[in-house]
């Protein structure tokens, strides 16, 4: 079974995001992987609202309910503080959707440098939005896009809801994609999506495979 995206977005003072930054890798992050988490990533992005996405592979939703989560938020003494800080933020949880051109029948984790999401609301089936931006999707694979997943909202957090459009689209570049890419995604959505909100983002955690000058 394909792991759920599960997205984690906020904005933060640039003073904030050192400090958010240490707390991110050196605690909260290995919390999360003995209880089943099965990637973390935190990229910088473009989005004046939001200037960090957070996004994780998840296997289920029960793993919000579980003792090893209650516990991880009681025992951590610094999350408070941190997250406090935020300014704005959204938790949305996304189901891949098969047969998605440029997704695999295996699951890797997430692990290049950039990302480009595009959000969006539809009222079409998963199916027909994968058929409408299916050939746009096969030019870009390749051109700078290493792989390409369509996510679906699915039922929220249990403790955070979430307003994010029902469509995610996540393309994932090694290097920094040509801005011309969105641009193209973006208008094949014209005519059919609606509540559009797109961006790209660097990677800070882990650290990037290119590091940043």
């Known amino acids: 079974m394909k792991s759920l995206l599960y997205t984690a977005e906020l904005d933060l003072a640039e003073s904030d995001i050192g400090p958010f930054l240490d707390w991110y890798a050196g605690r909260h992050a290995p919390d999360l992987y003995p209880i089943g988490f099965r990637s973390c990533a935190c990229y910088r992005t473009d989005d004046p609202a939001m200037n960090l996405f957070d996004i994780y592979e998840i296997s289920g939703h029960d793993i919000f309910t579980g003792a ?93 809801t979430t307003s994010r459009p029902r469509y995610m689209l996540l393309l994932e570049a090694e290097h920094s994609p040509d801005p011309a890419i969105a641009a193209t995604v973006e208008a094949r959505l014209t005519g059919f999506a609606a509540n559009v909100i797109g961006f790209t983002g660097n990677r800070l955690y882990p650290w990037p495979t290119v590091p940043r000058t």
């Open 68 to 160: 090893a989560y209650a516990r991880l938020k009681r025992r951590d003494p610094y999350a408070g503080g941190i997250e406090g800080r935020r300014r704005n933020k959204a938790h949305t949880i996304y189901e891949q959707v098969d047969g998605f051109p440029g997704s695999t029948a295996q699951d890797p984790s997430l692990d290049e440098d950039w990302i480009v999401t595009l959000r969006f609301d539809a009222a079409d089936d998963p199916a027909a939005v994968t058929a409408k931006l299916g050939d746009v999707i096969g030019n870009v694979l390749g051109n700078g896009v290493s792989r390409a997943r369509l996510g679906i909202r699915t039922t929220d957090h249990p403790m955070y």
